[in-house]
T-cell receptor, first 112, second 116 residues
């Protein structure tokens, strides 16, 4: 039982490049979330999903897109990376709010 | 929108002593959930304790307990018998009970240092 996994763990991009972060969970959770964490800040919600095929915007969605084609996977995409998107990205999942959210190990992204 | 405020950017405590981390929040809801998460240097987010607003009894998990004051919108975390392994960032978080599908709202965190 791996819990929540994230791929990759680290990535460096140049401004304007695109990439996709993959989150996978093996707990059969319905709800999945993407957060970003910046220095001196708590986590902020980017997008979330309450089930396969559904997504919704969180607090800071601009510049990101998401997809949930399979229940166990939640993808976060950056179409044209900007230095302001340098951050640590966390994925989380839960049986349903407001139950405990289980977090992945995070992805450190640097945009030059 | 709900907000969560942690007024102590950093706290320091001697090993084996007790420390209290503060958290206040703002909401117009009457039913909600509050959490404390721990983030050690490994970066992994770990749930420490959870409190349902409709419960008057304060939650307790071993050496960790909360003081939940609903009227004051205060939710502090007490760590008893502090251990070196307790050193971490601690985040207070809020979630609506009405689904809460829009995720957790986090405070900015308190960096807890344990002095040996």
């Amino acid at each position: 039982n791996a819990g929540v996994t994230q791929t990759p763990k680290f990535r460096v991009l140049k401004t304007g490049q695109s990439m996709t972060l993959l989150c996978a969970q093996d707990m059969n959770h319905e709800y999945m979330y993407w957060y970003r964490q910046d220095p001196g800040m708590g986590l902020r919600l980017i997008h979330y999903s309450v089930g396969e095929g559904t997504t919704a915007k969180g607090e800071v969605p601009d510049g990101y897109n998401v997809s949930r084609l399979k229940k166990q996977n939640f993808l976060l995409g950056l179409e044209s990376a900007a230095p302001s998107q340098t951050s640590v990205y966390f994925c989380a999942s839960s049986y349903g709010a407001p139950n405990e959210q289980f977090f992945g190990p995070g992805t450190r992204l640097t945009v030059l | 929108a709900q907000t969560v405020t942690q007024s102590q950017p950093e706290m320091s405590v001697q090993e084996a002593e007790t420390v209290t981390l503060s958290c206040t929040y703002d909401t117009s809801e009457s039913d909600y959930y509050l959490f404390w998460y721990k983030q050690p240097p490994s970066r992994q987010m770990i749930l420490v304790i959870r409190q349902e607003a409709y419960k008057q009894q304060n939650a307790t998990e071993n050496r960790f307990s909360v003081n939940f004051q609903k009227a004051a919108k205060s939710f502090s975390l007490k760590i008893s018998d502090s251990q070196l392994g307790d050193a971490a960032m601690y985040f207070c978080a809020y979630c609506d009970s009405g689904g809460g599908a829009d995720g957790l709202t986090f405070g900015k965190g308190t960096h807890l240092i344990i002095q040996p």
